[in-house]
Structure formats: structure tokens, C-alpha cells
T-cell receptor, first 111, second 111 residues
Framework: DAKTTQPPSMDCAEGRAANLPCNHS???????VYWYRQIHSQGPQYIIH???NNETNEMASLIITEDRKSSTLILPHATLRDTAVYYC????????????FGAGTILRVKS | DTGVSQNPRHKITKRGQNVTFRCDPI?????LYWYRQTLGQGPEFLTY????????KSRLLSDRFSAERPKGSFSTLEIQRTEQGDSAMYLC?????????FGSGTRLTVV
């Protein structure tokens, strides 16, 4: 059911920008892209979401390609506390707008 | 309290016993979702409620599983005759509009 593809793992140096890619080539025109992260033994935490335009909040930036077939989550200055599993999710616009998770990307921030 | 609360946080049960988990969503959220997560996997959708109505159930939700949301407030997830394969983290999320908030989950271990 998952409509996204992410690399299984990535490393990033502390203080550098972390760029997490996601492919969602079958996304429909009205389906939103959401990003969540999960730290061990906790529930997923919301990061950001978008439809067509790039978005930025206090945690991250979301860059969505013009054809909407891929996106990139940017953590501008990664810290050790950003080590987590990051999920790129396409919200299914039916059946209650549920979030369908894939396997995610394990991001390791190293000092 | 503005978060989603789940109880208990941990549950160890013997195979064949029944267990029940509770989720208290954000009060103004009318949609509530249950997910199951096994080690190394992303959360898998189980079921969702719009107010008190259960509107979708995943194929993962066998006959031994039942969920309720009386009066559209808190929700319970019951597993009857537990099996070792039921060992997982059970996550609850609530949604009102674009925001989805997850609880910390209930970790079930069936021995």
C-alpha cells in the first residue's frame, strides 16, 4: 500500500544539513506528502507536510519537485537528537485520509 | 493535556489470554486510527473511526481483534486469544484537519 520509496539509511555530520530524499511517483494530484520521524520506543512525531509548494517550519524544510514525483526533507543543522527513523508518507485521500507508512530512512547523525 | 494518551505503556501476557488497550485522543479530533508496528517496520494501519463509527478495517485485523469508540471519545482495542505473532507496538493517532498526532503506544509482549 505504501506509495513512497526511501533509502534505508543515511549518515550526516552534526551541524550539517541532512537531506532525506523520497520518491512518490504514483502520487495523485490532491494527495499530500507528510514527513514524520520516530525515535526508538516513541510514537511518530510530525515534522512537516505539503501539497505542491515548498514548505518550511521551525523543524525542517520540504522541497517538492514540480511534477510532485519526489520530495526532499531538509534538516538545516542536524544534531545528535535528530537521529531517528524518518518516514515519508502520502496521505491517501479516501478511506478516512489515513497515513500509509513505508519502511522509512534511518538517519544517523554523527559527531 | 493536548496529546494522545495510550494505556498501558507495556503489557506482557500469556498466549491465549485476552488484552485490551485504551487510547484517549485529542478531544476535538473526530478521527481516530489504530496502527501496529513490529520491529524494524513502519506502522501498519489497522482501523479507523470517524466519531463513533468504525469505517475501515484492514485485512490485518483478524476476527480476534475488535475496536470500539463509544460516544466518539476514547477508543479501546481488544485482542482475544493472543498469539505470539501479536507481539508488537500498538499505536493510536487522532486527526482533526491536517494534523495527525500519535500516542506513545502500547508495547505488547505475548509469552
Amino acid at each position: 500500500d505504501a506509495k513512497t520509496t526511501q533509502p534505508p539509511s543515511m549518515d550526516c555530520a552534526e551541524g550539517r544539513a541532512a537531506n532525506l530524499p523520497c520518491n512518490h511517483s504514483t502520487i495523485s494530484g490532491n494527495e499530500y506528502v507528510y514527513w514524520y520521524r520516530q525515535i526508538h520506543s516513541q510514537g511518530p512525531q510530525y515534522i512537516i507536510h505539503g501539497l505542491k509548494n515548498n514548505e518550511t517550519n521551525e523543524m525542517a524544510s520540504l522541497i517538492i519537485t514540480e511534477d510532485r514525483k519526489s520530495s526532499t526533507l531538509i534538516l538545516p543543522h542536524a544534531t545528535l537528537r535528530d537521529t531517528a527513523v524518518y518516514y515519508c508518507i502520502v496521505r491517501v485521500e479516501r478511506y478516512g485520509n489515513k497515513l500509509v507508512f513505508g519502511a522509512g530512512t534511518i538517519l544517523r547523525v554523527k559527531s | 493535556d493536548t496529546g494522545v494518551s495510550q494505556n498501558p505503556r507495556h503489557k506482557i501476557t500469556k498466549r491465549g489470554q485476552n488484552v485490551t488497550f485504551r487510547c484517549d485522543p485529542i478531544s476535538e479530533h473526530n478521527r481516530l486510527y489504530w496502527y501496529r508496528q513490529t520491529l524494524g517496520q513502519g506502522p501498519e494501519f489497522l482501523t479507523y473511526f470517524q466519531n463513533e463509527a468504525q469505517l475501515e478495517k484492514s485485512r490485518l485485523l483478524s476476527d480476534r481483534f475488535s475496536a470500539e469508540r463509544p460516544k466518539g471519545s476514547f477508543s479501546t482495542l481488544e485482542i482475544q486469544r493472543t498469539e505470539q505473532g501479536d507481539s508488537a507496538m500498538y499505536l493510536c493517532a487522532s486527526n482533526g484537519g491536517f494534523g495527525y498526532t500519535f500516542g506513545s503506544g502500547t508495547r505488547l509482549t505475548v509469552v
